[in-house]
């Protein structure tokens, strides 16, 4: 091969080897202003979800009921569009319960709007995203609350001495809450799962046909004239309960465990 053979082949790999480098260059420049163009999104995304959870926070502290309302339902928007918020969020209104509901509404009067509201966003919330957040509404006082909207997901919540008396709760998942103590006096939880501690809670009067109280814990608990029709109560704990007047079988309670001071009539 002649020398002008040969410079042009070297001439042809150098502009190959180029061209390859120009093209690699360029792909890495495109990959980076793809990357940067996305933290950029993300950074704008998130300096709006941060705005968003500041105006709402401070919603929650308005005088107008309408304004508070909307600081909640707009938390739970943010709540459904950042799943890593979730369990900020939900604390954030659980201790709104805890302080708006410390003390039972006036006689005659049902739980306000914004409480109802905010218990309504927590029981609908997508639990898969809580990460280690456990619902704390214990002492709080819900009487009458409906959350029959959708089966309200309760489980594993911290309700102890909470007031859920007169509640409408059909369906409702409470399993491994803690009920100790609690009033549930005329609750309808027709359906609900309790296997959960109900150590002294008074469920007097309640609806609790059909619902699910295997291994519940029902020790001292006052279940005097509450319906248990076709209610699961194998392996239950009754030892000390009342159930005086209550509508159950021999068979129910034959499958529970009782003792010398429960109360059958």
Known sequence: MDWARRIE???VVVAAVVAVAGLWYSNVQTRQAHEQARDDRALAKEGQITDRYTAAVGNLGEDKMDVRLGGIY???RIMQDSRRDQPTIANVLATY????????????????????????????RDTKRDGAFVLDLHGAKLPNINLTATPAALHDANLRDVDLSGARMFGANLRNAN???AKLS?????GANLVA????ADLS???LSSANLSSANLSSANLSNANLSNANLFGADLSGADLGGADLTK???????????????
């Open 186 to 190: 005329g609750a309808n939880l027709v």
């Open 9 to 11: 082949l070297i001439t």
């Open 74 to 76: 707009a938390l739970e």
């Open 97 to 124: 319960i805890r302080t708006h509901a410390a003390n039972p509404p006036a006689k005659g009067q049902d739980v306000p709007a914004d409480v109802q509201a905010a218990l309504t966003v927590l029981a609908t």
């Open 251 to 265: 068979q129910q309670v034959d499958s529970a465990v009782t003792d010398s001071s429960t109360r059958l009539r």
């Open 197 to 200: 501690d109900l150590s002294g």
């Open 205 to 207: 009067s309640a609806n």
């Open 179 to 181: 009920l100790s103590s």
